[in-house]
């Protein structure tokens, strides 16, 4: 069973606290909206925090507003109020692809700059996106997870949050055209993708589902914190054979892994998620000075994170791309239990 860390040391690439930049009092008076796809969603309370932490240590104000579901409704009604206070910018995590747009046109109409991060709404929605990490690295890191876990054959499944979630679907569609076309995966056979709306009950019960509708069924692959945290009690407790992998926080995953019968996650991925929050506040600051507009090429200094240049996304619009996925396992879960 794989056993590699992907990407640089962890140690070298969690963020660990918010150390002032040396362009301390850069945003002195800007104010940051970040807008959240839901609340109690762990993994965007983490990276929140050290965006705050780093807006404002360089002089910013944040306000951090969730809408009341994980709807792109709820989060049309935020963006209708916050449009209306005017702050300098507007950070999202977005909750559909193309709903979003007329409104986040609306905001940039009347001077708001618009980022996003963690999930992009679409190219004419946004300025620039700031990406945890590469769609492609992410897709394959997952796909090579399934078949190892699987043996190479048999059927898997997709426990996804929402049906609109734009970072799930990236990252399903490569994982889809990697199956496809490439031979190794040939004997895998997916069923039909399961939703759990990012609610840990549903997740549960779509988990559930999966199970009593697949009785061959061998690997679950959960693209969100939500959902992998569901799926690993309920396969857990119920002494399943079916094996789990996905995106997870290593806090919440840490006695669901191990590569024995009695766990059932070997092993699964995220990123530097401190990381994430502070280069989002640091790309958005950017954006409001003017030090950049968000177009192919353009450079930058995000403060002691070093320098990024904006590159052009799976969409067609801009990102910024924070690093490549980390694998947690039973050999580093218990350390990284303890960050995050």
Not at 51 to 72: I, K, L, M, N, R
Not at 134 to 152: E, I, Y
Not at 158 to 164: C, E, K, M
């Amino acid at each position: 069973m794989k056993k590699t860390l992907i990407g640089a040391a962890v140690a070298g690439l969690m963020v660990l606290g918010t150390a002032a930049s040396a362009f301390a009092g850069s945003a002195d008076g800007m104010k940051i909206a970040l807008v959240g796809k839901s609340a109690g969603n762990a993994f965007f309370e983490i990276a929140a925090d050290a965006f705050v932490a780093a807006a404002e240590a360089e002089g910013a104000t944040v306000d951090v507003v969730y809408p009341e579901a994980a709807t792109a409704d709820a989060q049309i009604k935020v963006l209708d109020n916050l449009i209306s206070q005017a702050p300098d910018a507007i950070c999202i995590s977005a909750n559909d692809v193309n709903a979003l747009q007329a409104k986040l046109e609306e905001a940039m109409d009347a001077d708001i700059k618009v980022s996003s991060f963690d999930s992009a709404p679409n190219p004419d929605s946004r300025q620039v996106f700031i990406n945890q990490a590469g769609t492609k690295a992410v897709g394959q890191a997952l796909m090579d997870a399934v078949c190892d876990l699987a043996g190479g054959e048999g059927q898997w499944a997709i426990l996804s949050a929402t049906s609109q979630a734009a970072n799930q679907n990236a990252w399903i569609a490569v994982m889809e055209d990697l199956a496809a076309s490439d031979e190794k995966y040939a004997n895998l056979e997916e069923v039909p993708i399961a939703y759990g709306d990012d609610e840990p009950q549903k997740s549960t019960d779509q988990t559930q589902a999966l199970l009593d509708n697949y009785p061959d069924l061998k690997v679950i692959c959960a693209p969100t914190t939500v959902g992998i945290a569901a799926a690993a009690k309920l396969l857990q407790d119920s002494g399943s054979a079916v094996k789990l992998t996905g995106l997870g926080l290593p806090s919440e995953m840490k006695e669901y892994t191990g590569a024995d019968d009695a766990h059932s996650c070997p092993y699964f991925f995220l990123w530097d998620m401190q990381g994430l929050g502070k280069l989002s506040a640091l790309t958005t600051i950017a954006l409001v000075n003017g030090d950049i507009t968000g177009a192919l090429d353009e450079t930058f200094t995000a403060g002691d994170l070093g320098e990024y240049t904006i590159t052009e996304a799976d969409d067609g619009g801009t990102e910024v791309v924070l690093g490549l996925p980390l694998e947690f396992n039973e050999e580093n879960i218990e350390e990284m239990a303890k960050l995050y």
